[in-house]
């Protein structure tokens, strides 16, 4: 089967860094996503990994490590309207499975 | 690429009535969608696979002849939830993914959101 884990919330002080991890267990690995998803709203794609290594896209960076089943995502330069719920999803040879959310919440 | 429009974003129904949910794909073919189910302050959790012109297959707990999936088309599948109930109110999410795909990131949906009162 397949498994992840995530924290279930940070906080942290706008303009800084937050980094949060995700820990999985699957069978058949393709890659690693994450997703941002706002009160109410979908869940917005945000960044994938399929290998080693650290993946850039603006004030969001994405990292993973397929020899220790773990990545984590960060996010640089926090602004308000990144809080929101994060999470973590491994492809594998089943559908998409998600990890149960990481709530982030930014404050002043 | 890979945009998904699902329809409608909102519906509120008695109990005991069915309401159906569209899922597009809009600049692809979607060989697959996948159905997922969020309930407040909880992960998504997939509810059922459908691949175009089969039968879905629908996770376990997920009664098939209560949410009907229909995958008729490369581009739309439709859940069709059967004699809504209120505990059947949840945030209803579709995604899907096209031929050669399968190494890609999914999109979703932007989500229904049922209400059965």
């Known amino acids: 089967g397949q498994s992840l884990e995530q924290p279930s919330e940070v906080t942290a002080v706008e303009g800084a860094i937050v980094q949060i991890n995700c820990t999985y267990q699957t069978s058949g690995f393709y890659g690693l996503s994450w997703y941002q998803q706002h009160d109410g709203g979908a869940p917005t794609f945000l960044s994938y990994n399929a290998l080693d290594g650290l993946e850039e896209t603006g004030r969001f960076s994405s990292f993973l490590s397929r020899s220790d089943s773990y990545g984590y995502l960060l996010l640089q330069e926090l602004q308000m309207k990144d809080s929101a719920s994060y999470f973590c999803a491994v492809s594998g040879n089943t559908p998409l499975v998600f990890g149960k959310g990481t709530r982030l919440s930014v404050i002043a | 690429g890979a945009v998904v429009s699902q329809h409608p974003s909102r519906v509120i129904c008695k109990s005991g009535t069915s309401v159906k949910i569209e899922c597009r794909s809009l600049?692809?073919?979607?060989?697959?969608m996948f159905w997922y189910r969020q309930f407040p302050k909880q992960s998504l959790m997939l509810m059922a696979t459908?691949?175009?012109?089969?039968?879905?297959?629908?996770e376990q707990g997920v009664e098939k002849d209560k949410f009907l999936i229909n995958h008729a088309s490369l581009t739309l599948s439709t859940l069709t939830v059967t004699s809504a109930h209120p505990e059947d109110s949840s945030f209803y999410i579709c995604s899907a993914r096209g031929r050669n795909m399968y190494n890609s990131p999914l999109h979703f949906g932007n989500g229904t959101r049922l209400t059965v009162t």
């Open positions: 600049d692809f073919q979607a060989t697959t």
């Open positions: 459908s691949n175009e012109g089969s039968k879905a297959t629908y």
